[in-house]
C-alpha cells in the first residue's frame, strides 16, 4: 500500500488500537433535515473532540465544520435517491475526486446495493472510485447499504456484500452487525466498521452492539443517530469511545455515561 493511502487510514485508524469511532452526519442527503441534525453546526461541534472522523458531504463539510479543525473526514460521494422517491438505491456518483482532493479528505465513501436493480451501477461506480483513490493516494470506504429493506442484515447476505466490496478494492468496509457476525469478518480480507443504524431502544442495547461487533472481529463504529438522537450526546460518544478504543465493558461505559449525563 502506498505511503499516502497508509497515513490517511492512520488517521482515521488509531495507530494504537488499529480501531476508529467514526461520527456520521450524512445522513440528510437521503433524509434531510433529520431530527436533531437539523442544524449540523451545532450538533457536529461539541462531539468532534471525541470523534477519530467525520463522515459527512461536501455541503455539511464546507458550511458547518471549521477548516481550522484537525478533525479526519470521510467524505460521502454518492447520492442521487431520496427517502421519499421509488427507491434509495438508486445512487450514482455525486462529487468529483477532485473536489475530494480541494477538501483534503482523509477517504471517500459511497454505498453499493447489492442485490438490487441498481446492483451493477453502483458496484461499478465502486470500481471507478476506487481506481481515482489509488491514483491519487485517498482511500475509499465502501458501505453495504440495504436500502429500506433491513431484513436482509444476515451474515450471509452480508458476507457477500462486504466480499465483494473488498474484490473491488474497497480499502474498509461499513456494514451491520448481525448474528454470526465473525463469519463476516473473517470472509472480509479488510477492516470492517459497523453502523450503528437506527436509533435503538436504550442507550445500553448501543453500548452492546459496540462491544460485541468488536468482541467479534469489527476495527470500528460508525454511528450517527445512536450518538446525536441521545438527550446526551457527548455523553454517549464518550462511552462508545470507552467500549471501541479503552476496551470497557458495557456495564463500565455505561456508568460513565451516567456519571457525564448527570454533569
Known amino acids: 500500500m502506498q505511503w499516502g493511502l497508509k497515513n490517511r487510514l492512520s488517521r482515521i485508524f488509531n495507530p494504537e488500537t488499529g480501531r476508529t469511532v467514526m461520527l456520521a452526519v450524512d445522513h440528510g442527503y437521503f433524509l434531510g433535515p433529520t431530527r436533531k441534525l437539523e442544524d449540523p453546526r451545532a450538533t457536529i461541534t461539541p462531539l468532534l473532540p471525541y470523534a477519530d472522523a467525520l463522515m459527512l458531504t461536501r455541503g455539511i463539510l464546507r458550511n458547518c465544520v471549521d477548516p481550522e479543525g484537525a478533525i479526519p473526514t470521510v467524505l460521502r460521494v454518492s447520492g442521487g435517491a431520496s427517502i421519499i422517491g421509488p427507491s434509495l438505491a438508486a445512487e450514482g456518483l455525486t462529487t468529483s475526486f477532485e473536489e475530494a482532493i480541494r477538501l483534503n479528505v482523509s477517504a471517500v465513501t459511497m454505498s453499493i446495493f447489492v442485490g438490487t436493480e441498481h446492483e451493477r451501477e453502483t458496484l461499478l461506480n465502486l470500481s471507478k472510485l476506487v481506481d481515482k483513490g489509488e491514483k491519487y493516494g485517498i482511500p ?105 478504543q479503552e476496551n470497557m465493558k458495557v456495564n463500565e461505559a455505561f456508568e460513565l455515561f451516567e456519571s457525564l449525563s448527570k454533569g
Open 140 to 244: 475509499v470506504l465502501a458501505v453495504t447499504a440495504v436500502g429500506k429493506e433491513l431484513e436482509k442484515r444476515d451474515a450471509r447476505f452480508l458476507s457477500l456484500c462486504c466480499r465483494i466490496a473488498a474484490e473491488l478494492g474497497s480499502h474498509y468496509v461499513k456494514t451491520y452487525y448481525c448474528d454470526d457476525f465473525e463469519k463476516v469478518v473473517e470472509s472480509c480480507p479488510v477492516p470492517i466498521v459497523i453502523a450503528g443504524g437506527p436509533q435503538l431502544d436504550t442507550f445500553k442495547d448501543t453500548l452492546q452492539l459496540a462491544h460485541d461487533a468488536i468482541s467479534k472481529g469489527a476495527r470500528g463504529v460508525d454511528m450517527g443517530r445512536n450518538i446525536w438522537q441521545s438527550d446526551h450526546p457527548v455523553a454517549a460518544l464518550r462511552a462508545v469511545r470507552g467500549v471501541v
